[in-house]
T-cell receptor, first 115, second 116 residues
Framework: AQSVAQPEDQVNVAEGNPLTVKCTYS??????LFWYVQYPNRGLQFLLKYITGDNLVKGSYGFEAEFNKSQTSFHLKKPSALVSDSALYFC?????????????FGTGTRLQVFP | EAQVTQNPRYLITVTGKKLTVTCSQNMNHEYMSWYRQDPGLGLRQIYYSMNVEVTDKGDVPEGYKVSRKEKRNFPLILESPSPNQTSLYFC???????????????FGAGSRLTVL
């Protein structure tokens, strides 16, 4: 069964330092992977996705994610964190057949960037 | 502005009093879905719709109903709300391209529901 795990409830990082938010997945077949971000009192916003091709995917707001097939991971990264990056981050994986477009979301990781 | 609009944003109600949370999108999206967000559980899908008059259950459909009479609207109905339905609800929509499997969801701002 398809699933996605975010092993850290919270990640703390100082402004200017690199950040990583971890995600591992379990799917049958080729994975379609996503990252979404939720700012306070807002809905989720799309950051980036991996379908196929280059293992390093670039997205919005300077974020990128690295797909690692052997480790079944899709970690979100940013070279230099900003206080404004503080938010709740969700990893998601598509499940089911190609014509159902259903996503499984992880439990979320709260990123706190300190000045 | 392309958006998904949910109403109400906040609602406190009592057990058993029927309520409807509306969802409307202005992007001509085929696919629409309802999620609930609970601490430690992430987002769980309640119902989804592939197009007008086509709806299906998600992971946690019990206690909820939906309808899709028009492409733009996808209301969530709680016929007899109970306290375990206290949650943050999100509506989302996307284009649906058969064979893509990677369509991006646009989310509403959320509706926080409290059932006493």
């Amino acid at each position: 069964a398809q699933s996605v795990a975010q092993p850290e409830d919270q990640v703390n990082v100082a402004e200017g330092n690199p950040l990583t938010v971890k995600c591992t997945y379990s799917v049958s077949g080729n994975p379609y992977l996503f990252w979404y971000v939720q700012y306070p009192n807002r809905g989720l916003q799309f950051l980036l996705k991996y379908i196929t091709g280059d293992n390093l995917v670039k997205g919005s707001y300077g974020f990128e994610a690295e797909f690692n097939k052997s480790q079944t991971s899709f970690h979100l990264k940013k070279p230099s964190a900003l206080v404004s990056d503080s938010a709740l981050y969700f990893c998601a994986v598509r499940r089911g057949s190609y014509n159902t477009d259903k996503l499984i979301f992880g439990t979320g990781t709260r990123l706190q960037v300190f000045p | 502005e392309a958006q998904v609009t949910q109403n109400p944003r906040y609602l406190i109600t009592v057990t058993g009093k029927k309520l409807t949370v509306t969802c409307s999108q202005n992007m001509n999206h085929e696919y629409m879905s309802w999620y609930r967000q609970d601490p430690g559980l992430g987002l769980r899908q309640i119902y989804y719709s592939m197009n007008v008059e086509v709806t299906d259950k998600g992971d946690v459909p019990e206690g909820y109903k939906v309808s899709r009479k028009e492409k733009r609207n996808f209301p969530l109905i709680l016929e007899s709300p109970s306290p375990n339905q206290t949650s943050l609800y999100f509506c989302a929509s996307s284009l649906f391209v058969v064979g893509s499997g990677a369509n991006v969801l646009t989310f509403g701002a959320g509706s926080r529901l409290t059932v006493l």
